[in-house]
């Protein structure tokens, strides 16, 4: 049985992430927020400002969706709240919310690949390597666990299914 449009909510996603804000100071919702950044990432936006910039192009769309009670954020309140989040808490979040998306497009087949990251290398650090579960029929990446080294994807796998699914953490 396929889930409800509801089931792949972002309210419903991140709802254990918490506002790192002090309470009634907030001129934006942290939703609105995640919101946003989310689908700017997704529409290939590398930086706050990119996301600032597809907010406001796609100010009406948004609006549909969000409340943004108080117009687009600017990027330095992007950056200042993302900046305090916790991020293992928001990577649990995108996770969950991925699979649900997944699930509600009838995603099966997971792919997982590791790579190493092209221009992260330095004189004194080794080059980022991680480890990605790709769903292939969406083309949506669910998840990914940074690993020490190409010979230690072994050990990284068994994090990343962790993250895919918690019933895999009792295994």
Same mark, same amino acid.
């Given at each position: 049985?396929? #889930?409800?449009?509801?089931?792949?909510?972002?309210?419903?996603?991140?709802?254990?992430?918490?506002?790192?804000? =002090?309470? /009634?100071?907030?001129?934006?919702? $942290?939703?609105?927020? +995640?919101?946003?950044?989310?689908?700017? =990432?997704?529409?290939?936006? !590398?930086?706050? @400002?990119? *996301? +600032? !910039?597809?907010? /406001?192009?796609?100010?009406?769309?948004?609006? %549909?969706?969000?409340?943004?009670? /108080?117009?687009?954020?600017?990027?330095?309140?992007?950056?200042? +709240?993302?900046?305090?989040?916790? #991020?293992? +808490?928001?990577?649990?979040?995108?996770?969950?919310? $991925?699979?649900? =998306?997944?699930?509600?497009?009838? =995603?099966?087949?997971?792919? *997982?690949?590791?790579?190493?990251? %092209?221009?992260?290398?330095?004189?004194?650090?080794? #080059?980022?390597?991680?480890?990605?579960?790709?769903?292939?029929? @969406?083309? $949506?990446?669910?998840?990914?666990? @940074?690993?020490?080294?190409?010979?230690?994807?072994?050990?990284? *796998?068994?994090?990343?299914?962790? $993250?895919?699914?918690?019933?895999?953490?009792?295994?």
């Amino acid at each position: 049985m396929l #889930p409800t449009p509801q089931a792949a909510s972002l309210k419903t996603a991140f709802k254990t992430l918490k506002d790192p804000r =002090v309470r /009634n100071r907030t001129k934006h919702r $942290l939703l609105d927020l +995640v919101a946003i950044a989310l689908c700017g =990432v997704i529409a290939n936006c !590398d930086t706050w @400002a990119e *996301i +600032v !910039d597809f907010a /406001n192009s796609h100010r009406d769309w948004l609006q %549909r969706f969000l409340k943004l009670s /108080n117009g687009i954020p600017s990027q330095d309140t992007f950056e200042r +709240v993302f900046a305090q989040i916790d #991020p293992a +808490v928001f990577s649990r979040c995108c996770i969950h919310w $991925l699979k649900d =998306v997944a699930d509600l497009l009838g =995603v099966s087949h997971i792919a *997982i690949d590791g790579k190493s990251l %092209r221009g992260s290398a330095s004189s004194t650090l080794r #080059p980022l390597h991680l480890v990605s579960a790709w769903a292939t029929e @969406a083309k $949506l990446t669910l998840g990914e666990v @940074a690993v020490e080294g190409k010979s230690n994807e072994i050990k990284a *796998i068994p994090e990343l299914l962790k $993250l895919l699914d918690p019933a895999l953490s009792r295994c």
